[in-house]
């Protein structure tokens, strides 16, 4: 169709064998090698996990979502607009 990219696939990282501070390296490490056109969707297993992501994320100016999903803590990002800024360099994300 004119004009329509094409869906979006989402990429989804499972992180539930990941306790913390494990789990949010991963987590870290997920976001920073996430191509930043399709939406990111981290699962989590640990409430605590899931706080300290959110804070880091605020810190970083990351828009993000989470919910509960079963025994389970999901957190998603959204793609990032071209006029965004970028993600912060590697080395000051972890």
Known sequence: MGGQGKPELTVRVDLTSYRCPLALVQAKLSIRDWPRQSPLELLLAEASSLADLCRWLDSQGLPH??????????????????????????????
Do not use: T, V
């Open 65 to 94: 979502e989470q919910e509960r999903q079963g025994a389970f803590f999901q957190l998603r990002l959204m793609p990032l607009q071209p006029d965004s800024a970028d993600l912060p360099p590697a080395k000051e994300m972890l």
